[in-house]
């Protein structure tokens, strides 16, 4: 088991479109299970490969209120059922911290493989239907903040590049401060 690190926005490595599985086998599994657990820590209710530089077409979500219902969706495809939408406050662990309405349809019909390479295919809707589009919309390179305005878009942008600035800084200052330590002893 391993936690993955998780590209944030606007890393251009988000924006890959991934591939097909061609195989699913115990690489796959060994993926969804990664992606599991470093969903899980985070946490979060979805995780695409996109988000840890994986540009394959594998998902791994959990909607459920305990947190023990792992679903692993491998190629995963869906259309709508309805021309309804509805509007959820969505978030994204690669865009850490900010949250904004997004517009999805309501119900959907869901076609993938699971990590066994059973077929599924159901309906959904509510929380569990936005998430598969939110996910899928990683697999194709696409983030929510594309649905906002170019105005919040680049507000959340210079943000996050000021953070990774900072974090970056501060990463540089630790490993100056530990050579520094070392030298003294
Ligand atoms: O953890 C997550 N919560 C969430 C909330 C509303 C709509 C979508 C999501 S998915 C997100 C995890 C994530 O970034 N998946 O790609
Ligand atoms: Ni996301």
Not at 87 to 116: M, T, W
Request: proline content about 4%.
């Amino acid at each position: 088991m391993a936690l993955l690190p998780i590209l944030e926005f606007p890393d251009p490595r988000l924006r890959k479109v991934a591939v097909d599985v061609v195989q699913i086998n115990d690489d796959t599994r060994q993926l969804a299970k990664d992606m599991l657990e470093t969903m899980y820590h985070a946490p979060g209710i979805g995780l695409a490969a996109s988000q840890v530089n994986v540009h394959q077409r594998v998902v791994v979500i959990d909607v459920s209120e305990d947190g023990d219902d792992p679903r692993v969706l491998v190629n995963p495809s869906w259309e709508p059922l309805t021309d309804e939408v509805q509007s959820y406050q969505e978030g994204c662990l690669s865009v850490p911290e900010f949250y904004d309405d997004v517009a999805r349809h309501s119900k959907i019909q869901l076609c993938a493989f699971d990590e066994n390479g059973e077929t599924i295919s159901e309906q959904a809707e509510g929380l569990f239907a936005v998430c598969i589009q939110h996910e899928l919309d990683h697999l194709n390179g696409k983030l929510f903040v594309d649905y906002l305005s170019r105005v919040k878009r680049d507000r959340i942008r210079k943000k996050l590049e000021k953070k990774h600035r900072d974090e970056a800084k501060d990463a540089l200052y630790e490993a100056r401060a530990k050579i520094d330590e070392e030298a003294q002893a």
